[in-house]
């Protein structure tokens, strides 16, 4: 394997040649490598794949985990090897099948769960937030286990997050990309 500097990593191309086995983003360009998940964080995850696995179950959309490359501003399979943003959300959710392609999705997928951690936090917060939002990305959850909170943002038709919606212990989301499922928080932070 060719070893890089982290500032040598710009496109997706270059981060195959450096990662096989690592959890990371590229955003803009720049690279950011992430630790590994604590069990919590992977508790929440499994039981978020388990409610929304169910519900798919027999339905056109799919839900894949991380890692999964999602080329946010990639429009076909021929821009991906440049692309200088790629995010591997902890859960997509995908209506389109037409546009998996390589390691994960192509474009913005109709939903992305992010499951934050002390060192990812300004990560899901801010840059994908922007991110998400810019590439069109219907709806976005920002899960916290340590608080044990949900941060739901639905896309508007202007084309910008509305106001997030707040969820904690005993609370019920209605999932907005999927009207007639209802999630109890309290079966996502099980722990």
């Not at 769960?113 to 959850?141: H, Q």
Request: include cysteine; glycine fraction near 4%; charged fraction near 30%.
């Amino acid at each position: 394997m060719e070893e890089m500097q982290k500032s040598d990593v710009n496109t997706y191309s270059d981060l195959k040649r450096i990662s096989e086995n690592q959890a990371y983003s590229l955003i803009d360009g720049t690279l950011f490598l992430h630790a590994a998940p604590s069990w919590q964080h992977q508790k929440v995850l499994k039981e978020l794949m388990i409610i929304f696995g169910n519900y798919l179950k027999d339905k056109d959309c799919e839900i894949f985990s991380a890692p999964f490359d999602v080329f946010l501003e990639a429009k076909d399979e021929h821009e991906v090897e440049n692309a200088t943003t790629v995010v591997q959300p902890d859960l997509t959710i995908i209506c389109d099948k037409s546009k998996l392609a390589k390691t994960g999705y192509i474009g913005a997928p109709q939903m992305i769960i992010e499951i934050t951690s002390p060192s990812t936090v300004k990560l899901d917060r801010v840059l994908k937030f922007n991110k998400y939002e810019e590439a069109g990305v219907k709806e976005y959850w920002v899960v916290e286990p340590e608080n044990k909170i949900i941060t739901c943002l639905v896309l508007e038709p202007d084309g910008c997050y509305g106001r997030p919606k707040m969820f904690s212990e005993g609370d019920i989301i209605k999932v907005a990309t999927f009207p007639d499922l209802e999630v109890h928080v309290d079966e996502i932070f099980k722990i």
